[in-house]
């Protein structure tokens, strides 16, 4: 057992949330325990949304926090930035938000079908006008409807550790509207067009900026973009429903692509809580000496690996995701590619937006493999939330694969991180493959762009080179 206090403060927290579980699924508080009349909200108790297999692993985990570094670190993320559950929980039903953040989801409604098309113009200023109408409105809409006192007054009392008045899933639930909002703003219409391309900066409205702030402050994050969590991950409901959309109205092989392309990475986040399970399982048997113990758990990584990673290749194919609909209406929004000159050092700031590259699951089977981190450190601290870095930090700090001897208990060890890995290079040769066959659609409309690299070359060619370089360059480290 180890006596750092920072991890006996974080297996404090772990076992008075196992108690909470067990009084409430939602939250251990009810409307009388407020003290401010100012933020009255809708207050239910319902049934968890997540199985039996999930809730005994989550409680595990819990359990365990107290006797290991990565134990702490996996429940303390659980607990805070899942709400209590992972993959994390979002209250989506505007019915369950404090009033003052209501209006945010009201405004959602009103302008999600203004911001697609079926077939971009290609000429610029036609697009500089729908661009320049989209955000007028935008803008108009919350500065008339958002009281910005009321909601940094709930931002400030969720930073203050109040979570009875802002409940973490209705936390979560804002955190992707304010983000699609933010994204809706930046590019005025999708597909993603030249003209918003090529702008360096984007003056968005107040009620964007600091809520904005405030959000990325709780997650430990520094970019003007949104990111996995805020965009993928937590656009989810509790029953599973697919919450705030790109491409309203549009068709269904549009509206489809989209939402399966969502679904990959929440489903893949919720197939990879025994993974986390068995890498904290597997860590601390070896620490004890228990080879047999730990053997057993880095099995299960190995067997539970297959069904993940089938969740990508079921879906990731023309059939499900269509390759005529993804780049255009899907891929765009997620990118960001603007940012800011620094008053201080003249340098010009610039966020790029979502890549595969931020997924925690590849970010802690690398950790656990021993392989170096691959994104830079700017990178992840804009776009990896702090809780699932400091988890993914432990568990590299704990690895022992290159410890292992080649005999007995210790070979057999060492044979199943083997398998992980080729599993893993197996993956990362199919990703490189079907990236390219997305990518490589005609979108006249745009400059070649990734979401997670921003503006590559006028020449998709020599784009793609760069990107390949990328990929090989990670298959290589895999090993």
């Known amino acids: 057992m180890f006596l750092n206090p920072e991890y006996v403060i974080l297996s404090v927290i772990g076992s008075i949330v196992v108690a909470l579980m067990s009084l409430s699924s939602r939250r251990p508080l009810t409307l009388k325990h407020l003290k401010s009349s100012r933020f009255p909200f809708k207050i239910r108790r319902h049934d968890s ?40 929980r979002a209250e989506h039903a505007p019915s369950y938000w404090p009033p003052a953040l209501r209006p945010f989801r009201e405004i959602y409604q009103e302008m999600a079908p203004l911001l697609p098309e079926a077939n971009p113009s290609l000429d610029d200023d036609v697009n500089r006008e729908r661009i320049a109408y989209f955000r007028s409105r935008f803008w108009k809409l919350l500065s008339d409807k958002v009281n910005l ?25 804002f955190y992707v509207c304010v983000a699609w909002c933010r994204h809706a703003y930046r590019w005025g219409t999708i597909p993603a067009v030249r003209v918003a391309q090529l702008e360096k900066t984007i003056s968005l409205p107040p009620e964007l900026v600091s809520t904005w702030a405030s959000l990325q402050r709780h997650f430990g994050l520094d970019s003007d973009s949104g990111n996995m969590m805020s965009c993928l991950i937590l656009n989810f409901s509790p029953s599973g429903e697919y919450a705030l959309k790109i491409n309203t109205g549009l068709s269904s092989v549009i509206t489809s692509s989209e939402e399966e392309f969502a679904r990959i990475c ?137 410890q292992l001897g080649n005999e007995g208990v210790e070979g057999r060890i060492k044979a199943e991180f083997t398998e992980i890995v080729k599993r893993l290079r197996l993956f990362r040769s199919a990703h490189r493959t079907r990236a390219k066959f997305y990518l490589t659609v005609p979108a006249p409309e745009r400059i070649p762009m990734t979401a997670g690299k921003s503006l590559l070359k006028d020449n998709m060619d020599e784009s793609l080179e760069f990107l390949d370089q990328f990929m090989v360059s990670r298959l290589q480290q895999t090993v």
């Open 266 to 402: 929440n489903e893949m986040e919720a197939l990879a809580v025994p993974i986390y399970h068995d890498i904290v399982r597997a860590t601390i048997s070896f620490a004890r000496g228990d080879k047999s113990a730990c053997l057993n758990h880095i099995q299960g990584i190995t067997s539970q690996l297959r069904p993940l990673l089938s969740s990508y290749y079921d879906r990731v194919h023309d059939a499900k995701i269509a390759r005529s609909a993804w780049l255009s209406h899907v891929q765009g929004f997620f990118a960001w590619g603007a940012g800011y000159e620094d008053e201080s050092s003249g340098e010009w700031e610039k966020f790029d937006g979502l890549s595969g590259n931020q997924v925690l699951l590849f970010q802690a089977l690398d950790a656990f493999l021993g392989l170096e981190v691959y994104l830079p450190k700017q990178v992840l601290l804009r776009n990896v939330p702090q809780l699932q870095r400091e988890f993914c930090e432990a568990v590299g700090r704990h690895t022992f694969r290159h």
């Open 149 to 173: 006192e009321e909601v940094s007054a709930l931002l400030a009392a969720a930073e203050a550790g109040r979570w009875d008045v802002f409940p973490r899933d209705v936390y979560n639930a």
């Open 49 to 88: 949304t997540y199985d039996e297999t999930t809730e005994s692993r989550v409680r595990s985990i819990t359990e365990l926090a107290e006797y290991h570094e990565t134990a702490a670190r996996l429940a303390n993320m659980i607990h805070k930035d899942g709400a209590g559950t992972w993959p994390p």
